[in-house]
């Protein structure tokens, strides 16, 4: 049974960062790609950045120059640092890998 498990969400004030942290088990971690979405209320749920098994990201264009995703294979875990953070980023942050998604974690971005 496949588990993800979202962390490090809070409140941060505008400029601020956070790291956020998914750790992954009951797949094999290194041969999947990983993915970050979040959704904001009332709107869709879109995808954030992803990276692949060989560590190729991608990233939705809002977030470009501002976040990064990494993943370590070996603690089976993908981080998303998120620098300069921005009001329009407030959502609730999801991880997915293949099907499987976490509970997620909510970012607020307020002063």
């Known amino acids: 049974q496949v588990r993800v498990v979202e962390s490090g969400g809070g409140l941060v004030q505008p400029g601020g960062s956070l790291r956020l942290s998914c750790a992954i088990s009951?797949?094999?971690?290194?041969?999947?790609?990983m993915h970050w979405f979040r959704q904001a209320a009332g709107k869709q749920r879109e995808l954030v950045a992803s990276?692949?098994?060989?560590?190729?990201?991608a990233y939705v264009e809002s977030v470009k120059g501002r976040f990064t995703i990494s993943r370590d294979n070996a603690k089976a875990t993908v981080h998303l640092q998120m620098n300069s953070l921005k009001p329009d980023d407030t959502a609730v942050y999801y991880c997915?890998?293949?099907?499987?998604w976490g509970q997620g974690t909510q970012v607020t971005v307020s002063s």
């Open positions: 009951g797949i094999i971690f290194a041969i999947n790609d």
């Open positions: 990276i692949t098994s060989s560590g190729s990201t």
């Open positions: 997915k890998t293949l099907r499987s």
